[in-house]
Structure formats: C-alpha cells, structure tokens
C-alpha cells in the first residue's frame, strides 16, 4: 500500500509526456537572460539544493551551527518548513535530496551508517538495497523508480550504484571504469537515465551519465579539474558542479555541450537539481563566505518544455 503512495499518474499521461519532452529536446532554444532568487534559513551554514520539481516545490537540506544536518520544503510562495528530521535518525544526520512531481522526496538519515527513506505525505519509510551495509537514496522519478548507491563492505567508499524500480526487481551495477571508486549516483529521470560521479586513478572526480542500457557516458566539463554531476531531467540536460583549482561553477546541458554559469555576485556557484521547466537549483557562496541557497528562473537552453 506504500508503495502505491509512490505515483498517481495513469500510465498514458505518462508516456504523451516523455514523448512531448523528447520532441522537445531535439528544440533549438535561443539563449535568454535568467535570474536568480535567492534564500536564507536563519542559522544554516551550509545548503544541499536539489530537489526540484516541476510544481515549484524544492527540497533541501542544511548544516546547523553545531554540525547536524537537517532537512526543508521550500515552497513556491517562499514559505520553508521547519527542520525535517527522519524519526530513526539518531545521529544528527538527515538528507533530503529529490522529490518528484507527487512531492515523494528520497534521502537518507544516518552519520556512519546510513539508510535511505521516502518521505510521502509527512510519512517517512526507510528503503534500503536488499543485503546492503549501507544505502543512500539521491534520486526519485515520477514512475516511482528510486537511484543511489549502497556497500556490502567499505563504509568510507560505496561500492555500487543502485535503482529499485517501482516493479520489478532491484537493479545494481558498478562503474565502467575498473580503476574508478567512490561512486556517488544521483538523480534519475523519468527514461531511468541517471546521473553521478567517481573517483579515477588519479583521484579527480569525474562526472557520468548512465542510459538505460548500461552504457556509461563521461561528463566532463573542458578545461575542469573536477567535475560532479547531480541532477538530470526529463529531456536529458544535466546539472553540477566543476571545479577549476580555485573555485567552484556550475554547469548545465549535455555531455560533450556543457555550460558553465556563476550566480551574480558569487565567489562560488554549486548547482544541484534541475527539473524539465529549466529552472535550476543550488547554492552558492559570496567572497565573505557566507552560504546562500538558489533557485533560477527558467532557462531557456536547459528546459523540456
């Protein structure tokens, strides 16, 4: 019965929309001005921001001034709920990281050993991969499908990637690359592409794309020293972060045509989640180091619609 909370969509709505969305990917979109809007939660010292839908609320979550990590619902008139905590969590440790149209929003609680939830409807449940030491849930799409990784073994390091479909048996797979470590899946859309990142043999992280069929594809912002990969919507464009030595930027688009962009005014731009309007959301530092979160408005180039 929970699981059927996951998604109320009829299955036909569903698909007239992917194929709407992937018509419009081919679209070409002429660059436009985007803005900004930014905000603040009293006390926070640092934001996660990815948890975009396409309804206009956003989940997130922010580091309190004595380390814990709580979670928030920032809704589309600016409102923003009270710390969110998993009821389980008793190491100061709750993450809230995507939520899909429903307003399904997947995390994990737990400092050393984490578990992943779905919070519907103020209720939480703790989804975990089948035999697995630890979980973490980055990623929910609106078929209900969840993404993340899980270890057997190294708590310091997840071993492997997940989906847990919403039918259908737990799917998991390791990293193309056989030197790779450290794997770090985050969103997944409504094709069950989903998006991350790793750590090569020389210790750079490196951004990915992962189809449906297994193949990985590299995400590499040219000229980056890092680059991580957080979120992807519906038509494929993908968000993240790259790094040039000094600072952080954020980026949008698709691998191999990627753009880089800064908040107004930031010494460093993290962008985080994305949804199929354009709009894309984050956070961001200015030159005081004082943390801010983000939403934008739409951006032309990096919407479905």
């Known amino acids: 019965?929970?699981?059927?909370?996951?998604?109320?969509?009829?299955?036909?709505?569903?698909?007239?929309?992917?194929?709407?969305?992937?018509?419009?990917?081919?679209?070409?979109?002429?660059?436009?001005?985007?803005?900004?809007?930014?905000?603040?939660?009293?006390?926070?010292?640092?934001?996660?921001?990815?948890?975009?839908?396409?309804?206009?609320?956003?989940?997130?979550?922010?580091?309190?001034?004595?380390?814990?990590?709580?979670?928030?619902?920032?809704?589309?008139?600016?409102?923003?709920?009270?710390?969110?905590?998993?009821?389980?969590?008793?190491?100061?440790?709750?993450?809230?990281?995507?939520?899909?149209?429903?307003?399904?929003?997947?995390?994990?609680?737990?400092?050393?050993?984490?578990?992943?939830?779905?919070?519907?409807?103020?209720?939480?449940?703790?989804?975990?991969?089948?035999?697995?030491?630890?979980?973490?849930?980055?990623?929910?799409n609106n078929l209900g499908d969840v993404s993340g990784t899980y270890s057997v073994v190294d708590l310091n390091a997840d071993e492997f990637g997940f989906i847990i479909p919403r039918r259908g048996p737990p799917i998991s797979f390791k990293l193309s690359d056989p030197t790779g470590t450290g794997i770090v899946v985050g969103g997944i859309n409504d094709l069950r592409q989903l998006v991350g990142y790793y750590t090569d043999a020389t210790s750079t992280l490196v951004g990915f794309l992962r189809q449906p069929s297994g193949q990985f594809v590299s995400v590499i912002v040219p000229g980056a020293l890092s680059t991580q990969v957080y979120g992807i919507n519906d038509c494929g464009l993908v968000v993240g972060v790259w790094g040039d030595g000094s600072t952080a930027h954020g980026f949008y688009g698709r691998p191999g045509n990627l753009h880089s962009f800064d908040v107004p005014g930031a010494a460093a731009t993290f962008a985080q989640g994305i949804n199929n309007e354009g709009r894309i959301a984050g956070r961001y530092a200015t030159a005081d180091g004082v943390p801010h979160a983000f939403i934008s408005g739409i951006l032309a180039a990096a919407s479905c619609l």
């Open 1 to 140: 019965m929970e699981a059927s909370m996951l998604i109320t969509k009829s299955a036909g709505a569903r698909i007239v929309k992917l194929a709407l969305l992937m018509m419009a990917a081919t679209a070409t979109v002429a660059a436009e001005p985007v803005s900004f809007t930014s905000f603040d939660i009293p006390g926070a010292t640092s934001y996660f921001v990815a948890g975009l839908n396409d309804e206009g609320l956003l989940a997130g979550s922010w580091l309190t001034a004595d380390g814990s990590e709580v979670g928030f619902i920032r809704f589309p008139d600016g409102r923003i709920s009270t710390p969110i905590v998993d009821p389980n969590d008793n190491s100061g440790l709750t993450v809230l990281r995507a939520m899909n149209d429903e307003g399904v929003i997947a995390g994990f609680y737990g400092a050393n050993v984490s578990n992943g939830l779905l919070l519907t409807e103020g209720k939480f449940r703790t989804v975990d991969f089948p035999g697995a030491l630890s979980t973490a849930l980055r990623g929910i």
